[in-house]
């Protein structure tokens, strides 16, 4: 439960998390996603997901990229890759945000504090 906590632990992380994932629907789902050949322009839809949830997605995608010696990009299931990064770079990103929500709960607690301000006299 504690794990889970950090990754949907504050407003501001889920608000994160249902962007990144929308995001990713739309990037994945090809009815949803315009391509080039339609004359929109917008020929990669996986760049919003993938700047969404970054430096987490680039790191993994990075990590994958070495694992596999590069060869992951002719399989098959590539875009199943593709979103375990981007996934696993925005639950690294949630948990950084749920973290700097508490640390700032913290000091705005600390700061707020009855014997901070007996202190300041």
């Known amino acids: 439960m504690k794990v889970v906590h950090w990754f949907v632990g ?15 629907v739309f990037a994945s789902v090809p009815s949803l996603a315009r391509y080039a050949e339609d004359g929109s322009g917008y020929s990669h839809p996986d760049i919003l997901p993938t700047a969404l949830s970054l430096p987490g997605s680039i790191l993994l995608l990075t990590l994958v990229g070495r694992a596999t010696g590069g060869q992951w990009l002719s399989v098959e299931g590539v875009q199943w890759m593709w979103v375990g990064c981007v996934a696993g770079g925005a639950l690294i990103n949630a948990a950084a945000i749920t973290g700097v929500v508490a640390v700032a709960r913290r000091l705005k607690a600390k700061l707020g504090s009855p014997s901070s301000a007996a202190a300041e006299r």
């Open 10 to 24: 504050s407003w501001l992380s889920r608000i994160y998390l249902a962007l990144v994932a929308a995001a990713t």
